[in-house]
């Protein structure tokens, strides 16, 4: 019998409830008596196991629960039959092995998992379903792997276009953000598995991320940078949280008592456990005690840790309490239950890198790509007189899963743009591939990237002229044109912004060479941030843009252009037509130096656009279709609503052109009486539907009134002001197409 066995049959029986009748001793069954967790039950059973081990448990054994001891896992007490807690980064899906001491790949053949798409993409669907099948999905994947948590849902909210993480992230508004958020984590959670929701908190920029101190009014922070993470806490029950590098109001977030103990806990109720970003710590007792649980992190020897030795030494010294310390250990503990990793026979095994996997990879992508402009409707692709394409640009067989700084995924399947199309077209049909542009940095005198102010690598603009040629004769010699351009994840990448708007690699002299010598040109951006397109959107009549798209991303990409696939996604964020137009660089206030104030305050991505009636690129929610959709008959269940009560807004949608679609309703709301700054407008609502040309659909938006509430922060409470809003219905924050106003009470 193992260790491990023989002590949970002692725990077993210790636990055990007995009386006595008449004399004779008589075991009961444990009681099954149920608790909440963060609204979730928990037996109480665990919690009187979780005492029981605790009191087992010495100083040392205690003290390595709440650090690293690999680089993703913590310590466990194998005499006591704690595992260990294995992490695993997940974003884009589940990360190769890695060495226990170190970045470096541990060389496993077992380790390939699904490429997904990025969190970019899934906010482009504006569909919660989608998100929750990307959650319950990767969950699966993380069992099948034996982790207890992936590091994911990333969910910032997107302050600046250049952000190096923009791709990582849901959107640039909180509305949204936590729509997606909370079936994301459900998902994951559902294959007993953590979900660690990060980067808690205010964590906008790459650029200085180790030290900048963020400074944002209390109704700023209450309104955009909480509210996801306060749904994955409070609606998603979320077990764990990741705390960020930056500092918030003076203190780095990992040590910082408002936001993990006051926020976190004490408002929001969390009984989930804190873990820190990689070496995200700076304290030992002051750390502990406002709220983090885990520290993770590299470059030193795990003992070295602040909470390690240092820890070790600081209790003995009484400089922290025993409570102090068990407090940690036992949130841990409960988690470890809570996702089944102690004394459970029925935790999910999970599955890895399947068919069915792949398929929900593909779903997401497909219902992700934004059609921008098909001005003389050459999508979709009529292939009756097309005998060759031209397939232009790096993009076309770029791959992306293992690109970039931090979490990649190792997979066997990773189907480019020029794949999907091979396995799509006819065979018939040319294909003529050019390179066209070659992916090129500058180098230093260590032959490494050269560095930028905020991190970018410095890019070689000038187009090979040999690339070049190649690529005008292809376009000349093709009845069409598909140029595949944009980014790519080595360029937008953590810890780098980018310094500009500007696409690398002098792709805008390609397209332009290109558009000139043969006009039927499509051109897709793959990307997962703005840029610059403006010469792109007036001279191409066909733009469509596409993310870093995962596992089937070709094969989706090819179903839109062919229009096995109607086009269906909008637009996460704005798309300015300069940097100079985005709130963060108008008010002069990224990206700070040591500390960085947020000037446009609740003014966030569209909401600055449309109060101060700036004109982007594209719009917040803009996406087309290969049909058109007609709104009508909006109206309210009442003109008049009090403070408890629930909106509805019912209206129809009609497809009046000559293919089944999705369209995606959005529904703002205006409050222009307010005795406060509000933007001209704000998301509240959405739904996305399936309507089969020539029929209709009946909506109905449900909104609790308190939806509609701006956080006053005087009395530090929510407040809905009376008067009259009004509720606008549009396919972007831009084109409202119906409205109705009505009156809280």
């Known amino acids: 019998m193992s260790t491990k066995h023989a002590f949970l049959l002692f725990l077993a029986a210790t636990l055990s409830i007995t009386s006595c009748t008449n004399g004779m001793k008589t075991t009961k069954v444990e009681t099954t008596i149920k608790t909440k967790f963060q609204g979730k039950e928990i037996s109480l059973d665990n919690e009187k196991k979780i005492d029981s081990l605790i009191a087992l448990m010495t100083l040392e054994e205690k003290i390595g629960m709440l650090h690293g001891q690999s680089m993703f896992a913590n310590g466990g007490v194998e005499r006591l039959g704690i595992p260990k807690l294995h992490m695993t980064d997940g974003p884009l899906g589940i990360r190769e092995e890695i060495s226990q001491d170190s970045w470096a790949p541990a060389g496993w053949d077992n380790d390939f998992a699904t490429y997904y798409p990025a969190a970019g993409s899934v906010a482009a669907t504006w569909n919660p379903e989608l998100s929750y099948k990307f959650g319950n999905s990767v969950g699966q994947e993380a069992r099948a792997r034996n982790k207890d948590m992936l590091l994911s849902p990333a969910i910032n909210i997107i302050r600046t276009p250049l952000g190096g993480r923009t791709y990582e992230y849901f959107t640039e508004d909180p509305f949204l953000n936590k729509k997606l958020a909370v079936p994301f984590i459900v998902g994951i959670q559902d294959n007993d598995v953590m979900a660690c929701v990060k980067h808690f908190a205010v964590n906008n920029q790459e650029t200085n991320r180790d030290f900048v101190d963020v400074n944002t009014d209390e109704r700023t922070l209450r309104e955009i940078y909480l509210p996801a993470f306060k749904a994955s806490v409070t609606e998603a029950n979320a077990y764990s949280v990741m705390g960020a590098y930056n500092k918030f109001r003076g203190d780095f977030l990992c040590e910082n008592d408002y936001m993990q103990n006051k926020i976190l806990r004490d408002e929001w109720g969390f009984r989930g456990i804190v873990v820190s970003d990689w070496s995200a710590v700076h304290s030992t007792v002051k750390t502990l005690e406002n709220g983090l649980d885990i520290e993770m992190g590299t470059r030193k020897p795990f003992n070295e840790y602040f909470l390690a030795d240092k820890l070790i030494a600081a209790a003995k010294a009484g400089e922290i309490s025993k409570e102090e310390i068990d407090k940690h250990v036992r949130r841990i503990l ?185 006009p039927n040109t499509l051109v897709v951006m793959i990307a997962g941030a703005p840029f610059d397109i403006n010469m792109i959107k007036e001279k191409s009549s066909t733009l469509i843009w596409s993310w870093f798209n995962g596992s089937e991303g070709g094969n989706a990409l090819a179903d839109v252009i062919l229009g096995n696939v109607n086009p269906s996604g909008k637009l996460p964020w704005t798309m300015p037509k300069k940097i100079e137009d985005s709130p963060a660089h108008a008010t002069h206030s990224f990206p700070g130096n040591e500390s960085v104030t947020y000037e446009e305050g609740i003014l966030v991505g569209y909401r600055w656009f449309d109060t101060k009636k700036v004109e982007p690129l594209y719009p917040f929610g803009f996406g087309l279709s290969y049909t058109d959709f007609e709104f009508s008959d909006i109206s309210t269940s009442k003109d008049s609503y009090t403070e408890d009560e629930e909106i509805q807004i019912n209206f129809t949608i009609k497809n009046i052109g000559d293919r089944d679609g999705k369209e995606v309703a959005q529904l703002y709301v205006s409050h222009s009486e307010s005795a406060v700054e509000k933007a001209a407008k704000e998301l509240k609502g959405f739904k996305k539907v399936f309507v089969k040309s020539g029929e209709s659909q009946n909506i109905a938006i449900n909104i609790p009134v308190k939806e509609l509430a701006y956080y006053q922060e005087a009395s530090k409470n929510w407040v809905v002001e009376k008067g009259t809003y009004i509720l606008k219905i549009g396919n972007s924050s831009r084109n409202i197409l119906q409205e109705v106003s009505i009156k809280i009470n």
Not at 379 to 403: C, E, F, M, Q, Y
Not at 457 to 478: G, H, I, M, Q
């Open 334 to 518: 409960r988690v470890l239950f809570q996702v089944k990793a102690i004394d459970s026979t029925d935790r999910t095994k999970g599955s890895l890198a399947t068919e069915e996997h792949y398929k929900d990879a593909y779903d997401i992508a497909a219902e992700s790509i934004v059609l921008l402009k098909n001005d003389n409707n050459l999508l979709p692709l009529r292939l009756d007189d097309v005998h060759s394409i031209a397939v232009i640009g790096n993009n076309a067989t770029k791959k992306n899963a293992l690109g970039g700084f931090g979490a990649g995924v190792k997979t066997k399947r990773e189907v480019t743009p020029l794949d999907g199309l091979k396995n799509k077209l006819p065979e018939n049909i040319k294909i003529n591939y050019a390179e066209g542009y070659l992916e090129r940095y500058t180098q230093n005198d260590n032959n490494q990237k050269e560095e930028l102010t905020l991190n970018t690598p410095r890019t070689v603009t000038e187009l090979d002229p040999d690339k070049l040629n190649e690529a005008l004769e292809a376009a000349k010699k093709s009845d069409m044109a598909i140029i595949f351009a944009g980014s790519n994840r080595d360029y937008e990448t953590e810890a780098s912004d980018r310094k500009d708007l500007s696409l690398p690699f002098g792709q805008e002299e390609l397209i332009e060479k290109v558009l000139e010598v043969n």
